[in-house]
Every structure is written in C-alpha cells, then in structure tokens.
C-alpha cells in the first residue's frame, strides 16, 4: 500500500464500516479519492452509495450498532450534514466557551444546522423515535423520582411507563453517553430512547418550573418596572436590533430582539410583571394605560448615555395581553447615502442619471414589512434636498427627521388623516411630494394626479416584486394610460445576512444548493462564494450587518405597451427581462452572493424565484459586477 493510501484518514463512520468489514479498504480508498476529485463537494458516504458499494440499510445496521460510541457531530460530518470546517468551527467554540456546553448545543445555537433538521436526522439514521411532548403531558410522578435542575442540565426528561416495566425519555442528545448514564442512574436500565427537540425540551422544562414555583417566589418584588423597561430597550440598542419584541405568553413574558432579520431570544419575564411593564411602556410613549381591549401605537424618543434615538411602538390586544412591539428608528446621521443601499454600479448610475434627475414622474418602492423600503426612499430625499427644491412629506409616522423639508406626521385621532393632508399638500408649491405609502385606492389616486401635474412622488407599496406593483396598480382600478404616463420607476427589495467580514471563508455550494438555485458548476465557475465560519464579532453567526437586494424596473415604451394592452405578470415580466435591464431579485442575491456579500443559503431562504436565473455571467455583465 502506499504512502499516500497509509495517510488517508476517513471520518468516523466509514471507519467503522471499514472496521467491521461490510466495505473494503481499497473500496474506500477508491472512492475518497473520487470525493476529492470532484467539483462539487460531495460527502464520502454519498460517493460510496453511488458507487453502488453499500446500501442505506448497512449503514443504519452499523449506526445502531454503535449509537453508544458515536458523537453527534462525528455522525452528522460523516453523513454529509455537517462539513469538515463547520465541525471543527464548532469544536473550537466549545474548547473556547468557560461553561461546559454539548456541541449538539453549539451546533444549533450558530446555526450550522436547525433544531428541526438535526433530530429528524438522529431519528431516521438511529431508528430512535421522535417524541412531541406538546401533544402529550409527562407522567408528573417519574418526573418526580429526580429534579429539573438535572434534567436541565444533562437534557432529558421522563415521558412515560411502557411495556415491561421499561420508562420511554425524551433526550435532545440520544448519543450523549453523560446523559444516558444519568438517566439509567435515576430509572435503571430499562429505558426507550426517544428524541426530542433541544427548543421544545427546554420549553417544557421552563414550564414545569414556573409552574411549581409561588407567585411569591416569582412576583414582581425583585424587578423594578422602570429599570427592566430601560434595561430591554438599552440591551436592543446596543446589541444593533431593528424590533424589540415583548410577548406575555401562558407562563411567562418573553423578550426577542430582531437582530440582521433573525428573531433571537434575550430573556424571560414572570407573567405578573408583564401588566406593569405594559403599562410602563405605554407612559413612556404617551399610549392610553386605561386602554387594555384595543390596539394602540405611540412614539418615544429615547436618551442613553448621551445618545437619543427613536422608538416606533405597537400594543397589539392578545388573549393573554398587550404584544408589544418596538422599532428601533435611526437618525439623521445614520442615515444611508444614495451610494450605500446596495445598488450595483450600473445599476445605480442608471437610477441616479435616469430616474433621480426626473423633473417628474412616480418612484415606486415595494417590498414587505422589514425589507428597508423606507431607508430606500429616505436616501432618495437626502439625495435630491437642495435649497432649490420644496420637498415635502405625508408619514404614518414620520420616522426619519431631515432638516430642509416639511414632514407631516398623521394623526387620525385629531382629524390629520391621510385623506385630509393629501388634499392640502399640493397647495403648499411642492417640488417632491413623498407620500409614507400607497395603502388603498384613494392614496394611489393621489400619488398619480400629483404626478401628472408636474410633480415628483416617492412612495411605498406592499408587493411581490416590480411586476406585481404595476399589477396591483391596474387591480386597483387606475386607468392603464394613466400607469404607464406617470410610473418612471418600481424598485423592489429584500434585506439578506452579510458576510462577517472577520470570519469569512472561501465555501464551493454543493450539488442540492445548486440545483435548488436552478443552475450548474459550470455556470458559477467564476463565483467567489463565502461563509462565515463564526467569530465573536458576528456572534458565532457568520453574519454581520444586512445588504439590500434590489430589483429595478424602468417602464420604458414596449413596458408602457404592454400596460397599456392589460398584458398579464408573466408577460410583463418577460418583456421587461428583455428590454429594459430588469435584473429579479433572485437574479441579483445571486451576484452579491457569487462576491462574497451574502450566502446562497440567505438567497434560497429569503428572495422570491419566479424564473430560472440567467447565468452568471450574462447577469455580471448588465449589473457592472
């Protein structure tokens, strides 16, 4: 055997299949070799199947066998769920972590890989059950036999008796040998494994806690309402959130701050104190505290540590109290330039030269709630506020101030409604009318009047993509001639992940990544994909701030044509990715992954695919890439 043959070290689970004979070494060596001669990145085991050398089957007889011995993150890289790299980013996380953490924890924690994922993984490969204990209540009396504190910390919990005397546990971590051990200890040998998921163990187990403790022991008497108001709204800030969520659940108050998208867990809350910390909430920003059966909003501007900043507040009436939500607004000076929301470079010279100089016209920008549509329009009117130029606004409310325009807030509780003011607001000599959003058939109406009177309108709209703005648009009853005159620009955005720039790393898709993109190797050979393998800057996440992803539609003739003939989406669509540069949202997630902005899993979760992309190449080329 050579030398090379000697030094190649298989990962855990071929080893056994090699130890225990159902797959010959030269076999193994054969088809690794094969591995690291693709293009695509494969898992070795994925190579051996195909090859024909063994069956599911083997390997599930093998993993069964020797479930005892397994970790589970040799398990899942041996499987082909968990790279190399990812294994080893994991394992030094944990080595650098001062607490005793199980890397299944770690795993889930930085999202290498979904709670979810991970125990159906377990489950198929270990023929270990999976067990949903929302569906079921525990037996109380085996909980009894132990305490939560060690089903806490060595994650299992006793669901129930079953035939022949044997207890069935629920474990997030049936391969854990610490956690077994400690079960057997407390309900002797004859135990079922089942699994469970890590979020919904920990769940139940903070259920039953609070559950038996008084309502004395958990009152309100150690929190002060002021300070854990202040503390929420600090914590949001400086740990970058855009929403504060305050939930009162069944058992407790939840507290998640959104943070680049993602909804993250801060901290719980005993359920009576949620009654004084809405009502903090709603003293802070002037809401009625008497009010408890409706909705309400309200506004605060908030001072820490010699910084103020605005606060945007929601109460929305549940059965069991008010949710609370909380938008963290930024000021002036963090507001973003023209040149920073994310444009490509043709792409933006062509919205500045074409579009931003328009004397007059509608800018449509769209997207759904938390796509960064007003950033958009807010960097817009930085951009064209000139002492020659009248802006002014109608907001629900106004969220950015910018000193040199007339911005309205709507107040409908005093008869400033949007009806009201968007009568008014021509008569004040405008050169650019921003209206905060197009939300029924009145305020579209508007926007397309004071357009075809000489004005320049911004605007928000609710849709899809570009497309479905001018569709809804028609749907609403606005005359197609009147569309296609006065409509100059539809942009449609998403907010995706950023690459950490501290932590990234070159990373090849593999084969189920690219045919789920609906392309090949071949087409994505000049991308330069990365990942990030997790710091402590991005949290261990791999991602740091958020990148807009943008589409851009300029109606120009044959567009306007086809508006004007009634043409249905596809047909729109097809013309406009013909004519006049539409590049989809799909299409550009995909540049800005292929330089290294974001990740194609942030690409497949996040922007709508209505066609198949163009290549790479031809997409590189329009948007100057």
């Not at 474990?171 to 135990?191: E, R, V, Y």
């Not at 600090?234 to 504060?244: P, Q, T, V």
């Not at 505290?289 to 506004?299: F, L, S």
């Not at 909380?326 to 074409?354: A, Y």
């Amino acid at each position: 055997m050579d030398r090379e043959t000697k030094e190649i070290k298989f990962n855990t689970i071929v080893q056994l299949l090699v130890d225990e004979g159902l797959l010959q070494k030269e076999k193994a060596v054969y088809s690794y070799k094969v591995t690291q001669k693709l293009q695509t990145k494969r898992a070795h085991l994925d190579v051996i199947k195909e090859l024909g050398y063994l069956q599911d089957e083997d390997i599930r007889k093998i993993l069964k066998k020797h479930q005892g011995s397994l970790r589970i993150g040799d398990l899942l890289n041996g499987l082909g769920y968990l790279s190399h790299e990812d294994l080893e980013s994991a394992l030094i996380i944990q080595k650098n972590t001062k607490e005793e953490i199980k890397i299944g924890d770690i795993l889930i924690d930085h999202h290498y890989i979904s709670d979810d994922n991970l125990t159906e993984i377990i489950s198929i490969q270990l023929d270990i059950p999976i067990i949903e204990i929302v569906t079921q209540d525990p037996d109380s009396e085996l909980i009894d036999q132990g305490n939560l504190e060690l089903y806490k910390k060595f994650h299992f919990l006793p669901i129930k008796r079953i035939d022949k005397g044997a207890v069935q546990i629920a474990f997030s971590d049936p391969l854990d040998p610490h956690s077994i051990q400690q079960a057997k200890t407390i309900f002797g040998n004859n135990i079922e494994k089942g699994i469970i998921r890590k979020s919904q163990l920990e769940e139940k187990l903070h259920h039953l806690k609070s559950s038996r403790e008084t309502e004395e022991e958990r009152g309100p008497s150690k929190f002060n309402v002021m300070d854990v108001a202040n503390y929420i709204i600090e914590n949001a800030y400086h740990l970058d959130a855009s929403d504060i969520h305050v939930e009162p659940l069944e058992d407790r108050v939840r507290v998640r701050f959104r943070q680049d998208g993602v909804m993250v867990h801060f901290r719980d809350y005993p359920s009576s104190l949620h009654a004084k910390l809405a009502s903090r909430f709603k003293i802070m920003c002037g809401a009625d505290i008497a009010e408890k059966r409706r909705h309400q909003d309200g506004r605060l501007l908030f001072e820490h540590n010699g910084i103020k900043f605005d606060l945007r507040m929601s109460f929305f009436v549940t059965v069991y109290g008010d949710n609370i939500v909380m938008r963290l607004l930024k000021t002036q000076e963090q507001l973003l330039g023209i040149d920073e929301i994310g444009m490509l470079p043709n792409v933006l010279n062509r919205f500045k030269d074409e579009i931003l100089s328009l004397p007059s016209g509608v800018l449509l920008v769209t997207g759904p709630t938390g796509s960064g549509k007003s950033s958009t329009v807010y960097s817009c009117i930085n951009h064209i506020n000139k002492p020659d130029i009248t802006i002014i606004t109608a907001e629900d409310p106004v969220e950015y101030k910018i000193n040199g325009i007339a911005q309205c807030s709507i107040k409908t509780d005093i008869g400033r409604t949007f009806e009201e003011t968007l009568k008014h607001i021509v008569r004040q000599d405008p050169d650019v009318v921003v209206i905060g959003e197009i939300r029924d058939v009145f305020s579209a109406q508007t926007c397309i009047q004071t357009a075809l009177t000489g004005h320049k309108v911004l605007t928000t709209f609710h849709t899809e993509d570009s497309i479905g703005a001018l569709v809804r648009l028609l749907n609403m009853n606005i005359e197609p001639f009147l569309v296609a005159s006065t409509v100059v620009c539809v942009i449609a955005q998403r907010l995706l992940r950023r690459v950490c720039d501290e932590c990234s790393a070159p990373y090849h898709p593999d084969l189920t990544e690219l045919r789920r993109l609906g392309t090949s190797h071949s087409e994505m050979a000049e991308a330069k994909f990365l990942k990030g393998k997790g710091c402590k800057k991005c949290k261990h996440t791999g991602y740091r701030g958020r990148i807009a992803i943008i589409e851009m539609l300029i109606p120009e003739e044959m567009i306007r044509e086809a508006v004007l003939a009634k043409k249905t989406t596809h047909e729109l669509r097809q013309i406009s990715l013909k004519h006049s540069g539409l590049i989809t949202l799909f299409e550009d997630g995909l540049v800005k992954a292929a330089i290294g902005l974001t990740t194609l899993e942030e690409v497949l979760r996040a922007l709508p695919r209505v066609s198949k992309p163009r290549p790479l190449s031809v997409i590189r080329k329009i948007v100057g890439a």
